[in-house]
Every structure is written in C-alpha cells, then in structure tokens.
Nanobody, 124 residues
C-alpha cells in the first residue's frame, strides 16, 4: 500500500499560479503511473493529468492542456502539478492517485490509491 499526501492548495485569483505536490511513502513510487484528479462540489471526480513511471509520457484533460504541467521526482517520491493561468472553473479539491495498471490512465476506477485531497479555490 502507498500513502499519498497532497499539499500546496489555496485561494488565488484568476490568472495566478499554484504548484501542488503529492508526497508518497510505502509502496515503490517510481514504478507506477501517477495521476491528478479534481472534484468540484456537486460534480463527479474528473481526470486532470497522468504521468508514466519514467516521467517521459504524460496526458492531460483538454480543459487544462497548455496551462497545467504534471511532473514527478522519483528520487524524492513526489508528484507535482504546476497550474498556471488559473480560472474560477478550476476550483475543486485536487487528488493525487497511483495506478498499478500499465499505461497512462484517465479513469478514476483505474487508480488504486488516493490521497486525501487539497482545496484549490480560484476567485474571479
């Protein structure tokens, strides 16, 4: 089992930037795909971005492509999400997750371990 702890959320204005971090402990971090998801009030959890074990392969939701960047530091067992040009519609609780399945995954059901989430609020 892996333990995932997100940090870096907060209240920002539209156009600002934030960097989220996800610290992993327990099961080997570097061997598995990692992803970021978000959930706004009253909405289902949605995919944001995923990154393969090496960091070379990434995939993004269309809504964040060009604004968000997912990355990982396997030496530090940490996953990141750099969020630029934030919009009010980016407001949500952001979760990191680990998938034990091969390839890049965008469905929440393909992820096996989840963090507790960090709140991001973007004011207009």
């Amino acid at each position: 089992q892996v333990q995932l702890v997100e940090s870096g959320g907060g209240l920002v204005q539209a156009g600002d930037s934030l960097r989220l971090s996800c610290a992993a402990s327990g099961r080997t971090f570097s061997s598995y795909t990692m992803g970021w998801f978000r959930q706004a009030p009253g909405k289902e959890r949605e995919f944001v971005a995923a990154i393969g074990w090496s960091g070379r392969n990434t995939v993004y939701a269309q809504s964040v492509k060009g604004r968000f960047t997912i990355s990982r530091d396997n030496a530090k067992n940490t996953l990141y999400l750099q969020m630029n040009s934030l919009k009010p519609e980016d407001t949500a609780v952001y979760y990191c997750a680990q998938s034990l399945r091969p390839g890049l995954r965008s469905s929440p059901s393909d992820y096996d371990s989840w963090g507790q989430g960090t709140q991001v609020t973007v004011s207009s």
